[in-house]
């Protein structure tokens, strides 16, 4: 768990980690170096989630990578199962990490949403839903290995 005390904002609890695939933690359906340690050292204080259409057919490889089994979406309507999901697992304990279009309600609900700029590109309707946009996804699991970064950034 990660708590945070955000002024203008109070007390937040994470407890789960949700994160879109393609185009956030993945590129052209492959991870970059590094991730998958970086991914692991946020184990031991959230639950790790990813959501993907597996856009790249590279998912089960990427399960692999990680040690987990990622939920895939039904075609169709994918950002109401993203944000549905968030839901599901009590959006006041979640952090949220997307670039994609159909990641913008995940990140609106979520209690922390992080939009990642990503060289597959970041639409901006989940800019706009985001709480905080940074550069790639290892600022973002930063952000979540160093929390009073978020606290700086998101008091009011």
Known sequence: MIELN?????EIRLEHLVSDVNGTLAVDGELPE???KRL?????RLTLHLITADTHG???VIDQQLN??????????EAEQKAEYVRHLGAEKVVAIGQ??????MLKEAAIGICVLSTE???????LAADIVVRDIFEALE????????????RK
């Open 68 to 77: 987990l089994r990622a939920i895939r979406l039904q075609p169709g309507a």
């Open 121 to 127: 590109g970041t639409a901006v309707s989940a800019l």
């Open 100 to 105: 994609g279009a159909n990641d913008a309600a």
């Open 6 to 10: 955000i002024p203008g904002r109070g």
């Open 34 to 36: 590094g991730l998958v």
């Open 143 to 154: 952000l979540l290995e160093k929390p009073l970064r978020l606290v700086a950034s998101l």
């Open 40 to 44: 692991s050292a946020l184990r031991d």
């Open 58 to 60: 590279r998912q089960a």
